[in-house]
């Protein structure tokens, strides 16, 4: 099944916006849509106003922000508000796994929007009032701009940050058992060693320790979410990848430890994507029948249709 992702509604080419237009935004619509269920929200169209309509911003308090129209001043930050209580319920029974929103919106933008002031130059603070309710009340969901992914790395974090979200919910929901939070953890520990080795550490005490189930489930998932945010860099998937070869040293002849060192050093000097040593890593574990190696969703995270380790 399609996994429930929430997207501003501009971007899926819908004309909401205040103009009549869209933002369509093709790298969702085109291939995102084979693996996820899209949730369109505009929040001004929900909350009552129409299309088209009078441009709003941000002003005020970048903390707490007043959504006004620009021309006749009206405040709508209240109206907004209220829809954004009710919405946000809606979408908790839809058990999001992720959320796309447009940038720069007063109500969606995620980052650096701009908050207007009386006196001197806007302000990029802001946040956008829906953006901000959503992410405050569901803090672990994953949560994206559709600028940023343009940005090759910050892309495949975000994606892969949004299946490892689908699995946490999906073990959770099946009543784990301490021993079953202990597989989960295996499986994913090599990933997270590329993400955050800190974080690995921390979780693997976490996992050992004696407190009671459900306070375990729920700092683990805290946790586990909060170090897949940080970005996996060459240097830390070089390091889970030197890691793996262990497992080979003894099986390997001296020529192919060579070539893939080399294809694993060229990874980390940034002349070759990540999908070329791991293919190879991949071969040696398949040739090996290396088992644990095997289990590790840090070789398929995210289906390999979507590319995103295919980038220098």
Known sequence: MKIPLGVSSCLLGEKVRFDGGHKQHHYIT?????????????PEVECGLSVPREAMHLVGNPLEPRLVTIKSGRDLTEQMRQWCHRRIQELGLLQLRGFIFKKNSPSSGLFRVKVYQRNGPPLTTGIGLFAKALTVTYPLLPAEEEGRLADTKLRENFIERVFCYDRL????????????????????????????????????????????????????????????????????????????????????????????????????????PLIVPLTLL??????????????????????????????A
């Not at 071969?283 to 980038?311: C, T």
Request: glycine share 2%; charged share 25%.
């Open 30 to 42: 085109d291939q995102l849509s084979c693996y996820f269920q899209f949730i369109s929200v505009c």
């Open 169 to 272: 919910l999906t073990f959770l929901a099946n009543r784990p058992s301490k021993a079953d939070l202990v597989r989960f953890h295996t499986e994913h520990k090599l990933l997270l060693m590329a993400h955050s080795p800190d974080h690995y550490r921390r979780l693997g005490k976490l996992v050992a320790d004696t407190v009671p189930l459900k306070e375990q489930l729920a700092a683990y998932s805290s946790l586990f979410m909060e170090g897949l945010q940080l970005l996996a860099t060459p240097a830390k998937q070089t390091n889970v990848m030197m890691h793996c070869l262990g497992y080979f040293k003894k099986q390997l002849e001296s020529w192919e430890k060579h070539e893939l060192l080399d294809l694993i050093e060229r990874h980390r000097n940034g002349q070759l």
């Open 282 to 311: 991949k071969h040696y574990i398949r040739r090996f029948d290396q088992s644990y190696l095997a289990e590790q969703l840090y070789f398929r995270p995210h289906p390999d249709e979507l590319m995103l380790r295919n980038h």
